[in-house]
């Protein structure tokens, strides 16, 4: 069973810097699509960052591109996102998701086998 445990968030100043975390259990990271999605309140959940099945190929969205950095450790079997120069826009739930067929990048997330419970990040002075 394919199971996603986010961990990291909190309340932080703009300009400042989170890690968050993404236990992954119950599959290999290598053969899926995995990465991270966020959801402000009042607007659709959207993509954030994403690392391709077998891990060749990472994607950002513009809004984060240059300031995020996604990364895994095939080892635990745990992916990161490093968010540095955090906006207020960036205030929302962050979600962990994995997909076997998903693609990177991809507007619909309906092929996202599995989500973790969310992480709440708020940047606010």
């Known amino acids: 069973q394919v199971q996603l445990v986010e961990s990291g968030g909190g309340l932080v100043q703009p300009g400042g810097s989170l890690t968050l975390s993404c236990a992954a259990s119950g599959f290999t990271l290598d053969d899926y699509a995995i990465g991270w999605f966020r959801q402000a309140p009042g607007k659709r959940r959207e993509g954030v960052s994403c690392?391709?099945?077998?891990?060749?190929?990472?994607w950002y969205d513009s809004s984060v591109q240059g300031r995020f950095t996604i990364s895994e450790d095939n080892a635990k079997n745990m992916i990161y996102l490093q968010m540095n120069s955090l906006k207020p826009d960036d205030t929302a739930v962050y979600y962990c998701?994995?997909?076997?067929?998903?693609?990177?990048?991809?507007?619909?997330?309906?092929?996202?086998?599995?989500w973790g419970q969310g992480t709440l990040v708020t940047v606010s002075a």
């Open positions: 690392i391709s099945s077998g891990g060749d190929r990472r």
């Open positions: 998701a994995a997909g076997e067929y998903y693609y990177c990048g991809e507007y619909d997330l309906s092929a996202l086998d599995a």
